[in-house]
């Protein structure tokens, strides 16, 4: 089912004040903060210390020759970098002393972090041996320095040396309190024209690699998510090729992880896998790209459905059971389509999470009308368990009737051409998302929660 939503522009910070959904005034400037720094970029993952504290992750410099994992941590009101963390405000590593001599490359991309005991798990891919890409993982402690108590001084690089002829691209990790482990989603390959392989990877709080698991019986395909239900079992999501259609859709699998021993769970639509087609045009290229779980075992995935080309394309939303089937409770058949602003331009959801009441917030990017002026920009939506859009969440009057909040960063960045929000975390009930402002710029923008007073605290 399809619903048109009215969005709106990015107001002046006046009419935004304290709306819920509108930009934090308290946090850098007009609520957003970017970093122009040509030694910190390409955005990956963002996390939320326990003492609120914001980090986010790029690709940063480290040395002449080498291009790894970079974090920095803001202040708590977002004007500025931490120099406390790390090494003077960049928590760094670098792969190349786990490299091969024969490796072509020092670089780290597509970095993704997650809060674990005692710190931070960062993941990427990189090494550049010939043609394979290999996944790294560093782990850091609170204040940014590597944990020498993790894999090789802080850094695990998976088949590196000797190094495999393997690609292997890890999109997603999340942290399985109950195993005390990391598990990664994404994908492997052999030939960068051939086909991926949807691969899993656990590794201990330690760094040793405890299992994975390589999906063949998906054919071509990759996974984008992942999540931990309340009873430990494993839900990861991605694309991966319809046998009966042949188009690329959405699919969600689940998983059981014993020990070191990792299985699809049968009682998860009588295969431990679910292909979700949404088919609105073009090719039908359909992905999902986040993952939402909540305690009452329903799952969300969120992500994109190509309408005419990869730049024309509908955000969607699914709603499964816990028994791996679509839940025609949810928008009559499980599945939604939406835009941020336009159904003219790119939409995209990226992340997802719970708010105030259950709620959920829906966050990602999409693109501007052509005569506004404006390029592609954050949006974010605030729907309820049901699937009804929350037009409470606004960065108007609250009950206006808009239902997506849109942020560019011109105001920041000097261009609005290219903003996509790649992550999202909760700050004390208030929003903050991180990704790509004016290309490869880092930028975080904070928008108000529901309990914000005029002070700015809770």
Same mark, same amino acid.
């Given at each position: 089912m399809h619903r048109r939503l009215v969005a709106l522009a990015l107001l002046p910070l006046s009419g935004l004040a304290l709306a819920d959904g509108g930009l934090d005034p308290n946090f850098g400037i007009q609520g957003r903060f970017a970093i122009s720094d040509g030694n910190f970029y390409v955005p990956g993952g963002l996390v939320v210390q326990p003492d609120g504290r914001p980090v986010i992750w790029a690709s940063v410099g480290v040395g002449d020759d080498c291009r790894g994992i970079g974090g920095r941590r803001l202040t708590a009101n977002g004007t500025a970098v931490d120099p406390t963390f790390g090494n003077g405000g960049t928590a760094q590593a670098c792969f190349k002393p786990l490299l091969p001599p024969t490796a072509t490359s020092a670089l780290t991309y597509n970095i993704t972090a997650v809060n674990v005991p005692g710190g931070i798990v960062a993941v990427g891919y990189g090494g550049g041996s010939g043609n394979a890409y290999h996944l790294q993982l560093a782990k850091f402690t609170t204040n940014g320095m590597l944990d020498p108590g993790f894999g090789t001084g802080g850094l695990v690089c998976r088949n590196c040396?000797?190094? /495999? /002829?393997?690609? =292997?691209? &890890? &999109?997603? #990790? *999340?942290?399985?309190?109950?195993?005390?482990?990391?598990?990664?989603?994404?994908?492997?390959?052999?030939?960068?024209?051939?086909? +991926?392989?949807?691969?899993?990877?656990?590794?201990? &709080?330690?760094?040793?690699?405890?299992?994975?698991?390589?999906? %063949?019986?998906?054919?071509?395909? /990759?996974?984008?998510? *992942?999540?931990?239900?309340?009873?430990?079992?494993?839900?990861?999501?991605?694309?991966? $090729?319809?046998?009966?259609?042949?188009?690329?859709d959405c699919v969600v699998e689940r998983f059981i992880l014993q020990g070191n021993l990792m299985a699809l769970d049968t009682t998860f639509n009588g295969t431990g896998r679910l292909l979700i087609p949404y088919d609105t045009g073009g090719t039908n290229m359909d992905r999902c790209e986040s993952l939402l779980v909540g305690?009452? %075992?329903?799952?969300?995935?969120?992500?994109?459905? =190509?309408?005419?080309?990869?730049?024309?394309?509908?955000?969607?939303?699914?709603?499964?059971?816990?028994?791996? *089937?679509?839940?025609?409770?949810?928008?009559?058949?499980?599945?939604?389509?939406?835009?941020? =602003?336009?159904?003219? +331009?790119?939409? $995209?959801?990226?992340?997802?999470?719970?708010?105030?009441?259950?709620?959920?917030?829906?966050?990602?990017y999409g693109g501007a009308p052509d005569n506004s002026g404006r390029g592609d920009e954050f949006g974010v939506m605030r729907i309820?368990?049901?699937?009804?859009?929350?037009?409470?969440?606004? #960065?108007?009057? @609250?009950? /206006? %009737?808009? #239902?997506?909040?849109?942020?560019?960063? =011109? @105001?920041?960045?000097?261009?609005?051409?290219?903003?996509?929000?790649?992550?999202?975390?909760?700050?004390?009930?208030?929003?903050?998302?991180? %990704?790509?402002?004016?290309?490869?710029? @880092?930028?975080? &923008?904070?928008?108000?929660?529901? +309990?914000?007073?005029?002070?700015?605290?809770?």
């Open positions: 040396n000797p190094a /495999s /002829s393997v690609t =292997e691209y &890890a &999109a997603e #990790a *999340v942290y399985h309190a109950a195993a005390d482990a990391i598990v990664m989603a994404g994908h492997s390959y052999s030939s960068v024209s051939g086909p +991926k392989s949807a691969r899993m990877w656990v590794y201990s &709080a330690n760094g040793t690699p405890i299992t994975q698991f390589l999906d %063949g019986g998906l054919g071509d395909a /990759s996974l984008s998510a *992942v999540a931990i239900q309340p009873d430990g079992k494993i839900l990861a999501a991605g694309y991966a $090729v319809n046998p009966t259609s042949g188009n690329e305690q009452d %075992g329903l799952i969300f995935a969120g992500g994109w459905a =190509e309408i005419s080309g990869y730049f024309h394309t509908y955000a969607t939303l699914s709603r499964i059971t816990p028994s791996g *089937v679509l839940d025609t409770q949810f928008s009559g058949d499980g599945k939604h389509t939406t835009y941020f =602003e336009t159904s003219a +331009k790119i939409n $995209v959801i990226t992340d997802m999470a719970f708010h105030d009441d259950g709620k959920i917030l829906l966050a990602g309820s368990p049901a699937g009804a859009f929350d037009a409470t969440f606004t #960065a108007t009057t @609250p009950g /206006s %009737g808009f #239902a997506t909040v849109m942020v560019g960063f =011109e @105001p920041v960045t000097g261009s609005g051409s290219f903003d996509r929000l790649r992550s999202m975390a909760l700050q004390a009930g208030n929003i903050v998302l991180y %990704g790509t402002g004016a290309v490869d710029m @880092p930028a975080v &923008a904070r928008l108000i929660g529901d +309990k914000l007073f005029k002070n700015g605290f809770q």
